[in-house]
Structure formats: structure tokens, C-alpha cells
């Protein structure tokens, strides 16, 4: 890639984690040089420490794909759609387990 998309930026910045981009999440089960793709940048990632987002998921195929993979985050339409910020709070708040008392 260039610009701030290129390899070499993983040398230069420190950085925490890589995004899988969503036109790579879309490609899994319909187009093999994605998914190669995918499978290069989890390795990589693995190697260098760093933490996994894709986005753009919205089928399960694609989040089992990645998790067996070792994406270890994912966001996508499968999860949610978007949101404002309090609408947010309340729908992870609704869905957190509630602690057993006693």
C-alpha cells in the first residue's frame, strides 16, 4: 500500500493493533486471494504482538472464519448497527450478565 496503509509503517509507528478492511471481510468464502490476504495479516500481526480488528462483518461464516483465525475483535452489522453514544451504553449495559448474589 501506500501512505499510511504501507508495510513499512509497521516498523516506523508504534502500534497496537492492524484493522482488517471490510472489502478483505467481504471477501471470505467467495474469493481465495482475500482470504490469503486475511491469513497473512494475522500472521504477521501474531508475530509482531500486535491485536486484530476486522470490520465489516456481518455474517457468521465470516466471524467463525476470523476467530479460528485468531482475529481477536471484530465489528460489523452481525454485532449491531451503529449507534449514538448513549444508545450505545444502554445496548451494552442490557447485555452485560448479571452477578449471582448468595
Same mark, same amino acid.
Given at each position: 500500500? #501506500? $501512505?499510511? !496503509?504501507?508495510?513499512k509503517?509497521l516498523?516506523?509507528? #508504534?502500534?497496537?493493533?492492524l484493522?482488517?478492511d471490510?472489502?478483505?471481510?467481504?471477501?471470505?468464502? %467467495?474469493?481465495?486471494?482475500?482470504?490469503?490476504?486475511?491469513?497473512?495479516?494475522? *500472521?504477521? &500481526?501474531?508475530?509482531?504482538?500486535l491485536?486484530?480488528? *476486522?470490520? $465489516?462483518?456481518? #455474517? =457468521? *461464516?465470516?466471524?467463525? +472464519?476470523?476467530?479460528?483465525? !485468531?482475529?481477536?475483535? !471484530?465489528? $460489523?452489522?452481525?454485532?449491531? =448497527?451503529?449507534?449514538?453514544?448513549? &444508545? *450505545?451504553?444502554? +445496548?451494552?449495559?442490557? %447485555?452485560?450478565? =448479571?452477578? =449471582?448474589t $448468595?
Open positions: 500500500g #501506500t $501512505g499510511y !496503509g504501507s508495510f509503517h516498523r516506523e509507528f #508504534t502500534i497496537h493493533e484493522k482488517v471490510r472489502e478483505f471481510v467481504e471477501g471470505i468464502g %467467495r474469493d481465495r486471494s482475500s482470504e490469503v490476504i486475511i491469513d497473512g495479516f494475522l *500472521a504477521i &500481526a501474531s508475530g509482531l504482538g491485536m486484530v480488528v *476486522a470490520e $465489516g462483518i456481518e #455474517t =457468521r *461464516a465470516q466471524a467463525r +472464519y476470523l476467530h479460528q483465525r !485468531g482475529c481477536q475483535f !471484530g465489528q $460489523g452489522f452481525l454485532f449491531c =448497527r451503529p449507534l449514538p453514544f448513549e &444508545a *450505545a451504553v444502554d +445496548y451494552l449495559a442490557e %447485555r452485560q450478565p =448479571r452477578s =449471582r $448468595g
